[in-house]
């Protein structure tokens, strides 16, 4: 006599099970990269067997919480309205909005995905966008023009890297870092010093 099957997981369910497992291992894994995927299955209200059906190792779950950094950032410069404004502004607004996802996925930051080529590669076509500001703001005369606009998107996407790998030592706001960033940056590469 054939043994009876399990009953299929709604596709709905397959959906919120990956959602809240991607956001707890967001979570867990920004405060200690060295969690284990028991504690992620814990922090989602989920077994470690759901986990694994979701993601077979930790190499995939590390995978998709990148995928979801690179999605997410990609939806958070469609709404900086990068059209509006000056591109000194754009860029403010760039750096603060992309500063606030910053710590959500700062495991990805913390394990050296900008050594990998397909995730800088990634990264470039997200950041395509920012290096169309640049251009428009060297063209309106804000931003020096004898500074290649993908090396000032470089740096500006280096100084958010390097502030979200220092978040646990530092003792600003995401507000100030935002802003430490963005004067850090600007005092590079503006043609003379912003207005506040």
């Given at each position: ?19 809240a497992l991607l956001a707890a291992a967001a979570d867990v894994l920004a405060r200690d990269p060295d969690s284990s995927m028991a ?37 958070t410069l469609h709404a900086c309205r990068l059209d509006d404004g000056s591109a000194l502004e754009v860029l403010r607004r760039v ?102």
């Amino acid at each position: 006599m054939p043994s009876p099957k399990q009953p299929a997981v709604p596709r709905i369910d397959v959906e919120r099970h990956q959602r809240a497992l991607l956001a707890a291992a967001a979570d867990v894994l920004a405060r200690d990269p060295d969690s284990s995927m028991a504690d992620v299955a814990q922090a989602a209200n989920l077994t470690r067997a759901t986990l694994y059906r979701h993601f077979s190792n930790r190499q995939t779950l590390l995978k998709a919480i990148q995928a979801e950094a690179l999605t997410r950032a990609a939806e958070t410069l469609h709404a900086c309205r990068l059209d509006d404004g000056s591109a000194l502004e754009v860029l403010r607004r760039v750096i603060g909005e992309l500063g606030k996802h910053g710590m959500r996925f700062r495991i990805i930051l913390m394990k050296a995905s900008d050594s990998s080529p397909r995730f800088l590669t990634q990264r470039d076509q997200v950041l395509a966008p920012v290096v169309e500001v640049v251009k428009r703001g060297q063209r309106e005369g804000d931003i020096r023009s004898d500074l290649s606009p993908d090396w000032i998107v470089t740096a500006m996407a280096s100084l958010l890297i390097a502030a979200v790998r220092a978040a646990p030592t530092t003792k600003h706001s995401d507000v100030d870092v935002a802003e430490l960033i963005f004067q850090t940056l600007v005092g590079g590469i503006a043609t003379e010093k912003p207005k506040n």
